[in-house]
């Protein structure tokens, strides 16, 4: 399989608990986004990685969140202290610079 | 001011029709622009992007872009049932995304 891939499909937890997803992009595609999503609403921009830099990070993004994308390749995204709002579909994205993207099936963490 | 706007719909359109879907954008200087459609409990999946003002075809798809207006448009000729899906307006290389418009396409 050659596309954007997602691990867990979906997670549930107790609130105060660590969650860790990962994503593994199109191994061609330099960049990498997180995006989240909520019902009915458009992906919500979290932060994005051109190789293993993360270039941008959302300022609606608390200190809760972090992403990592050691060598370029794979990318990791933990939230601590999960809250019940972070309840979502979190979605994984690559491309290469200036064109779509190609996303993961994401990751639905319900927090309960 | 939201970066993105779109009309959130629902938007019902008879099978055979044509479907207009428009988005509106605040960063002037913005290049890029792309259509994504996103089927209930699917990740979005790219329809078409547009760089230069004017229209873009595509089969049944079209992408109209005014950037002295700032706006984007998709349009979706002889629309069928398998069109009904949420349609994404994004905008800049990194993407922000509007809220989506639900297109349902009754037969």
């Known amino acids: 399989d050659t596309g954007v891939s997602q691990d867990p499909r979906h997670k549930i937890t107790k609130r105060g608990q660590n969650v860790t997803f990962r994503c593994d992009p199109i191994s061609e595609h330099n960049r990498l986004y997180w995006y989240r999503q909520t019902l009915g609403q458009g992906p919500e921009f979290l932060t994005y990685?051109?190789?293993?830099?993360?270039?941008?990070k959302s300022r609606l993004l608390s200190d809760r969140f972090s992403a990592e994308r050691p060598k370029g390749s794979f990318s990791t995204l933990e939230i601590q202290r999960t809250e019940q709002g972070d309840s979502a579909m979190y979605l994984c994205a690559s491309s290469v610079q200036g064109a779509g993207y190609t996303f993961g099936s994401g990751t639905r963490l319900t927090v309960v | 001011q939201k970066e993105v706007e779109q009309n959130s719909g629902p938007l019902s359109v008879p099978e055979g029709a044509i479907a207009s879907l428009n988005c509106t954008y605040s960063?002037?200087?913005?290049?890029?622009f792309f259509w994504y459609r996103q089927y209930s409990g699917k990740s979005p999946e790219l329809i078409m992007f547009i760089y230069s003002n004017g229209d873009k075809e595509d089969g049944r798809f079209t992408a109209q872009l005014n950037k002295a207006s700032q706006y984007v448009s998709l349009l979706i000729r002889d629309s069928q049932p398998s069109d009904s899906a949420t349609y994404l307006c994004?905008?800049?290389?990194?993407?922000?995304f509007g809220a989506g418009t639900r297109l349902t396409v009754k037969p």
């Open positions: 960063d002037r200087g913005s290049q890029s």
């Open positions: 994004a905008v800049r290389a990194d993407m922000r």
């Open positions: 990685f051109q190789n293993e830099a993360q270039l941008e």
